[in-house]
């Protein structure tokens, strides 16, 4: 799919850029404000100044009639939005709660997104503990215009992917072509203070490192290896912000070992038809925003899953320089993949068929 672009007066359109992986920044008293009464006094409580978190930096994040301005600046014409306090709300462990934050942030992102509707594109987020409410709210999302839903990397372990716990939520997904994605730093292991805490060197780089891509490898194999793609063959899981250099020695291993030569070690219980590496052809798509090592890989591996994104309004963004910063790490990329990176790929995931030019 290559997305159609409505340029200005007959003007030649500038390449258009999707971001795949953009944040809001939710006010914080939305949830205080928004909440039934019966939950308000255990809302989430956030501190709203700038000066004290970084990921508060850019009006846009709030405000987005700044942020078409802010875009513009950087030459993005469209963006898939993310959370940035919600994120860390997937670590609530009473779901009537959780349930209740998703609901507020979500009608919070769609008035949000009203204001530019044909260039955001808001990503709702499901409370997963119960397959039930999870699915009227995948549900009511579709209604309201949702190009695709969130749910937690990283479940407690009751509810592994590799159960059949989510299945009802891969169905709903599958039936209303919603693609599902699985965002970094969102699950039990991530409470609300983690990333504020005082760490050590080597804590701090286990974390942004280590374990970021550790949750995400254990998340793809318990998808894949049990079976759900099989049992669900139109189903779209993206994931996000992890980068992607990574993912051609994790998928070549991980068809080794579930190969023919290790089957009779695996035992009976081995359903998944394809080898790891058709699935992740078919239904499996990453983002990246700043991974270099990544250009020398993209034609041979990433070309039709992998998203290009900015990460913006968040500190590690590559706003305002996004052009640069893509000229430079895509620059033995040939045209046509390049196309599908930086746009059509997005555009095809989650079905955007025209995004008007910048101004």
């Not at 009511?140 to 989510?166: C, D, L, N, V, Y």
């Not at 709903?172 to 599902?180: D, K, N, S």
């Not at 058709?278 to 990544?294: C, H, I, L, S």
């Amino acid at each position: 799919m290559s997305v159609g672009i409505k340029s200005e007066g007959g003007n030649p359109a500038p390449e258009v850029l999707l971001s795949s992986d953009s944040h809001v920044m939710e006010s914080g008293d939305i949830w205080l404000k928004r909440l039934p009464a019966s939950l308000r006094e255990r809302a989430p409580r956030y501190a709203d100044e700038p000066e004290k978190n970084a990921f508060a930096q850019h009006d846009g994040g709030r405000d987005p009639a700044m942020r078409v301005q802010e875009m513009a600046a950087d030459g993005v014409s469209a963006e898939v939005l993310y959370p940035t306090r919600a994120l860390d709300q997937f670590a609530i462990e009473d779901p009537v709660l959780q349930e209740a934050c998703f609901r507020v942030y979500n009608d919070w992102l769609q008035e949000y997104c009203s204001v530019a509707p044909e260039r955001l594109f808001g990503i709702p987020c499901i409370e997963a503990y119960r397959a039930g409410p999870a699915v009227k709210e995948i549900e009511r999302a579709k209604r309201a215009g949702a190009r695709g839903i969130m749910i937690w990397q990283t479940p407690p372990a009751e509810h592994s992917f590799a159960t059949r716990h989510h299945d009802p939520i891969w169905e709903a997904a599958q039936a209303l072509e919603l693609p599902v994605s699985l965002h970094i730093l969102c699950g039990t292991p991530f409470p609300s203070d983690f990333l504020h805490r005082k760490r050590t060197a080597t804590e701090f780089a286990n974390l942004a490192v280590t374990d970021k891509l550790a949750y995400c490898m254990k998340a793809l194999v318990d998808i894949i290896v049990s079976g759900v793609l099989d049992r669900f063959p139109r189903l779209k899981v993206v994931l996000v912000e992890n980068e992607v250099s990574w993912l051609p020695f994790f998928i070549t291993q991980l068809d080794k070992y579930t190969g023919r030569k290790y089957r009779a070690k695996i035992g009976p219980e081995y359903q998944i038809e394809r080898r790891p590496s058709e699935y992740f052809g078919r239904n499996v798509f990453a983002t990246f925003f700043n991974d270099q090592p990544a250009g020398a890989l993209m034609e041979s591996w990433g070309a039709d899953t992998w998203m290009w994104s900015n990460d913006f309004p968040h500190p590690n963004s590559t706003w305002p320089k996004s052009r640069e910063i893509i000229r430079r790490h895509l620059s033995g990329v040939s045209e046509g993949v390049r196309a599908k990176l930086v746009r059509d790929n997005c555009a095809r995931v989650y079905n955007l068929e025209t995004i008007p030019a910048l101004a």
